[in-house]
């Protein structure tokens, strides 16, 4: 049974930082492609960031400056480390696994985070 169970979301005072884990069961966590999303309150589904099986990382434009994606393949565990947080960042992040050519897609049930003083 696939699983991804994210974690380490909270409330956060601006300019804080969190470290998001998705723990990864059930498929062969070093060969997938790694995306983090997230959904703000009202808003549509967006990209934040992705690590390919290789250790590839790209991210979304308005994100590159604080936020980190990157993967342990012996804990089939994906992280996202979110810097300087803004009250604009508080939304629910999902994690996301794509297998070679997109054959398999499975998504995590998401972890809130809320920015505010």
């Known amino acids: 049974q696939v699983q991804l169970v994210e974690s380490g979301g909270g409330l956060v005072q601006p300019g804080g930082s969190l470290r998001l884990s998705c723990a990864a069961s059930?498929?062969?966590?070093?060969?997938?492609?790694m995306r983090w999303y997230r959904q703000a309150p009202g808003k549509e589904r967006e990209p934040v960031a992705t690590i390919t099986s290789g250790g590839s990382t790209t991210y979304a434009d308005s994100m590159k400056d604080r936020f980190t994606i990157s993967r342990d393949n012996a804990k089939s565990t994906v992280y996202l480390q979110i810097n300087s947080l803004k009250p604009e960042d508080t939304a629910v992040y999902y994690c996301?696994?794509?297998?070679?050519?997109?054959?398999?897609?499975?998504w995590g049930q998401g972890t809130q985070v809320t920015v505010s003083s």
């Open positions: 996301y696994a794509q297998s070679l050519f997109a054959k398999y897609k499975h």
């Open positions: 059930g498929f062969t966590f070093s060969t997938y492609t």
